[in-house]
């Protein structure tokens, strides 16, 4: 009465939305580090009523808090080929609590470290790759590429439209792609036509892109429980070494037996790895 606007009290009635808010829990058994999280992120973006999305991706479980339906979204990820299913539905208990203390600008500043040291790896292992003759090194330096596009995609998925987020993955998921298909074409031609890889360069480039990645682990670990994506950019890395010391290993092997068969073997499983990457990445509608 104060402020003397006329205001008068018409009626009252009970607030509606919190029953009409759903938890829906799925079950999603190939989403295990961050690309799969950002697909389904993107993929989720467009459709209205979502609240919230939470992942956890050791049990790789999905909960969306949201009004409506849970089917359309299950419609959404059934075209990532994640093997996503509906476990169950209920009521929302309560309204959503927001996370507090999260330091976006912090995150920000790691996800651009990130970025430049996968970026520079991809660099320094396809031109070293080419070099020793190694598919080995050639394929993993496209997974570094792939994680670069991964943090990339992130950056620039800040404040802009949906659409335009798509857009942008699309493009670095034919890149991949292309990138993908040529490393196999490599080793093809190099089945066909004899190499002689650099065992010594292949160790020595593997180990240094195995400390690439313990230094991504040293920037992720701190904030790793500040939020789902910093989590997943987490085991995303983790997983990672384990291309870096297959490689070392197939080097290892090259040293002994003198055959190229391992450089061939370790080239084309990381080179179907990027490859499943990037159709998931086109997937997104």
Same mark, same amino acid.
């Given at each position: 009465?104060?402020?003397?606007?006329?205001?008068?009290?018409?009626?009252?009635?009970?607030?509606?939305?919190?029953?009409?808010?759903?938890?829906?829990?799925?079950?999603?058994?190939?989403?295990?580090?961050?690309?799969?999280?950002?697909?389904?992120?993107?993929?989720?973006?467009?459709?209205?009523?979502?609240?919230?999305?939470?992942?956890?991706?050791?049990?790789? =479980?999905?909960? %969306? &808090?949201?009004? !409506?339906?849970? *089917?359309?979204?299950?419609? @959404?990820?059934?075209? /990532?080929? +994640?093997?996503?299913?509906?476990?169950?539905?209920?009521?929302?208990? =309560?309204?959503? %609590? &927001?996370?507090? !203390?999260?330091? *976006?600008?912090?995150?920000? @500043?790691?996800?651009? /470290?990130? +970025?430049?040291?996968?970026?520079?790896?991809?660099?320094?292992?396809?031109?070293?790759?080419?070099?020793?003759?190694?598919?080995?090194?050639?394929?993993?330096?496209?997974?570094?590429?792939?994680?670069?596009?991964?943090?990339?995609?992130?950056?620039?998925?800040?404040?802009?439209?949906?659409?335009?987020?798509?857009?942008?993955?699309?493009?670095?998921?034919?890149?991949?792609?292309?990138?993908?298909?040529?490393?196999?074409?490599?080793?093809?031609?190099?089945?066909?036509?004899?190499?002689?890889?650099?065992?010594?360069?292949?160790?020595?480039?593997?180990?240094?892109?195995?400390?690439?990645?313990?230094?991504?682990?040293?920037?992720?670990?701190?904030?790793?429980?500040?939020?789902?994506?910093?989590?997943?950019?987490?085991?995303?890395?983790?997983?990672?070494?384990?291309?870096?010391?297959?490689?070392?290993?197939?080097?290892?092997?090259?040293?002994?037996?003198?055959?190229?068969?391992?450089?061939?073997?370790?080239?084309?499983?990381?080179?179907?790895?990027?490859?499943?990457?990037?159709?998931?990445?086109?997937?997104?509608?």
């Amino acid at each position: 009465m104060s402020l003397n606007l006329g205001a008068t009290l018409k009626g009252t009635e009970p607030a509606s939305a919190a029953e009409d808010l759903k938890k829906s829990h799925f079950s999603v058994p190939k989403m295990d580090c961050s690309s799969e999280e950002n697909l389904i992120r993107m993929a989720l973006a467009g459709e209205k009523g979502v609240s919230a999305l939470t992942f956890d991706l050791p049990k790789r =479980e999905l909960t %969306v &808090l949201h009004t !409506g339906e849970p *089917d359309r979204f299950l419609e @959404r990820l059934g075209t /990532l080929d +994640l093997g996503a299913s509906l476990v169950y539905s209920e009521l929302a208990a =309560e309204e959503p %609590v &927001l996370a507090a !203390g999260i330091d *976006d600008q912090a995150e920000a @500043r790691t996800l651009k /470290l990130l +970025l430049a040291i996968n970026g520079a790896m991809f660099v320094i292992e396809m031109a070293l790759g080419l070099f020793a003759q190694s598919t080995g090194l050639i394929a993993d330096s496209l997974d570094m590429f792939a994680d670069a596009a991964v943090y990339g995609l992130a950056l620039f998925a800040v404040g802009r439209a949906a659409s335009l987020k798509v857009k942008a993955a699309h493009l670095a998921g034919w890149l991949q792609v292309l990138l993908a298909l040529g490393a196999m074409a490599e080793v093809v031609r190099r089945a066909v036509v004899g190499s002689e890889p650099a065992s010594a360069f292949m160790m020595g480039v593997g180990l240094l892109a195995l400390l690439a990645n313990v230094a991504c682990l040293v920037l992720l670990t701190p904030k790793k429980d500040g939020g789902a994506h910093m989590k997943a950019s987490y085991i995303f890395s983790t997983n990672d070494v384990l291309a870096n010391i297959g490689v070392i290993v197939a080097g290892v092997l090259v040293a002994w037996t003198g055959s190229q068969v391992p450089d061939l073997v370790i080239g084309t499983v990381i080179a179907l790895v990027v490859l499943g990457g990037a159709r998931r990445i086109l997937k997104l509608r």
